[in-house]
């Protein structure tokens, strides 16, 4: 093995070494992207199901799969907002369809405009989300509990205002809220793709946003670094009350009936599609693009299981499959990160000892390089 000639020094010449490959960092990264696996499930669950049914990628499917990624994309960034601050929201598909009852109400029988509906509607999940605040910051009511009240409470409502009776639109503005497109994408998937966006920036560039993480991650903590944990936990309530609120609108617009069946399930999807993404149950780990992707893979496997014909009946057993394996991985990989981190907090308590042992006999260059 040749001798080295270089002659800068110690650290010039270690960090020399350890300087990556060109190439090398950008495909260790991408394969180190916690996102990675669904990304990929959802290339390769699309290209096999096109594989055997050519109609899977035709333009009128992949129109009517951007509406259901919508409804389920929304609801799902709403939802996991809530888990990252460790808590949990099972009211949205409940409200969602109180949310389409009450703006078809709003627009059919009192005869407002739609701009005031839409307002009057988000107005009152805003509030039903600020009760969910209040009720898990103030009383400390376990969040299961107040947001299965506002999921039966919710049910019964959007019936008492219809009596069982669906409200029919006749309206086309409503309807064009989710039925119109721009520049051929449908609006539902443009106002996807702007709350994601919005929920992106926030989460991952905004100073709330990384409170947020906080706050799930450890809330006595955050609390003791000056985090206003009330507040934070507050907003995600509220947001996911109102997410769930523009989605019960876009599902009646698309149906033209303000109907109280509407929904039925939608928050086990949403919890599955935040889950398959990479958030923690437990709180304080996900990203939106996890989210975004655990939601395609959700619509992808639902529509494939559409156009291959299988019973409604089994569509449900894949549904509770995939998000049991979701939630295995999501405990694995809490159980590695945390041994990942005591790891790294042994190392760390080793590292700061040697110095102070080496001291007498080590030179100050000798003991920057074992410090690093």
Known sequence: MPVSTNTNGPAEALGRTQRPQPGRGWTRRLAETPEIGVITA???????????????????????????????????????????????????????????????????????????????????????????????????????????????????GAEAITHSVPISISGQAFMDLSQQSVLGIPLPALVFVLVAAAAWFFLERMYLGRQTYAVGGNAEAARLAGVNVGRRVMWTYVTSAVLAGIVGILIAGRLGLGDPSVANGYELDAIAAAVIGGVSLLGGQGRVIGIVAGSVLLVIINDALIVLNVSPYYQQI???????????????????????????????????????????????????????
């Open 318 to 372: 894949v549904l509770g499959a995939v998000l049991g394996v979701a939630i295995t991985i999501d405990r694995v990989r809490a159980k590695r990160l945390g041994r990942a981190r005591r790891l790294v907090r042994a190392r760390a308590g080793r590292a700061t000892q040697l110095p102070a042992e080496a001291a007498p006999e080590d030179s100050p260059s000798e003991l920057r390089t074992t410090t690093r």
């Open 42 to 156: 959802c290339i390769a669950v699309f290209l096999g199901v096109w594989a055997d049914k050519n109609r899977f990628a035709d333009p009128g499917n992949l129109s009517e799969m951007s509406r259901n990624l919508a409804e389920f994309g929304i609801l799902a960034l709403g939802e996991s907002l809530v888990i990252l601050t460790g808590g949990i929201d099972l009211s949205v598909g409940a409200l969602a369809a109180l949310s389409g009852v009450f703006s078809a109400w709003l627009f059919v029988q009192a005869g407002l405009p739609l701009a005031l509906c839409i307002l009057l509607t988000i107005l009152l999940c805003a509030a039903v989300g600020a009760m969910h605040g209040l009720f898990v910051t103030r009383l400390n009511v376990p969040p299961f509990v107040i947001t299965l009240v506002t999921f039966t409470a919710a049910r019964g």
